[in-house]
């Protein structure tokens, strides 16, 4: 199925975390990081705890080095870097708050932590914890992010 369009990576990276910040527990924080300001990094999103504490998931080994580098915007051809980019960053997320609160995030869904998903369905990043088959069903113990509409980007 093609995309058509591309998005600029700046504006993929706001738009990760304003969903992301939707669903983190009260008092955490999800930002962007600026590139240049992690060493080795070119960007990416960070995940803040109440205490100061953070980690981050990088859009290095994603996306291209010619987005990267801001020579192009994220195109029709990266756009299963996107959806493999959103999936790290979900797992980078329930990896951190697991370690700061002790706690499984998000809940266990039949003894297990719900794997993090991440699809796209025309320009539509899709993305969740839990059963691949039914993203919207909250009674397994599922987080569901909201879409992020890549055309909407632009």
Not at 35 to 59: F, I, K, R
Not at 97 to 116: I, K, V, Y
Request: no cysteine.
């Amino acid at each position: 199925m093609a995309i058509v369009g591309s998005v600029d990576i700046d504006d993929l990276v706001e738009a990760l975390v304003a969903s992301l910040q939707e669903v983190v527990p009260d008092g955490y924080r999800v930002a962007r990081t600026v590139p240049g300001t992690q060493p080795g990094h070119n960007g990416g999103v960070y995940y803040l705890a109440p205490d100061g504490s953070g980690a981050g998931t990088y859009y290095d080994g994603f996306l291209p080095a010619d987005v990267l580098a801001a020579r192009r915007p994220v195109g029709v051809q990266d756009h299963a870097a996107v959806a493999a980019l959103a999936r790290h960053a979900l797992d980078d997320l329930q990896d951190f708050l697991a370690e700061e609160t002790t706690d499984p995030w998000p809940a266990r869904s039949g003894g297990r932590w719900p794997p993090a998903r991440a699809v796209l369905r025309s320009a539509t990043l899709q993305w969740w914890f839990g059963d691949p088959d039914h993203p919207d069903d909250r009674g397994r113990g599922v987080v569901v992010l909201r879409p992020v509409v890549l055309t909407a980007l632009r």
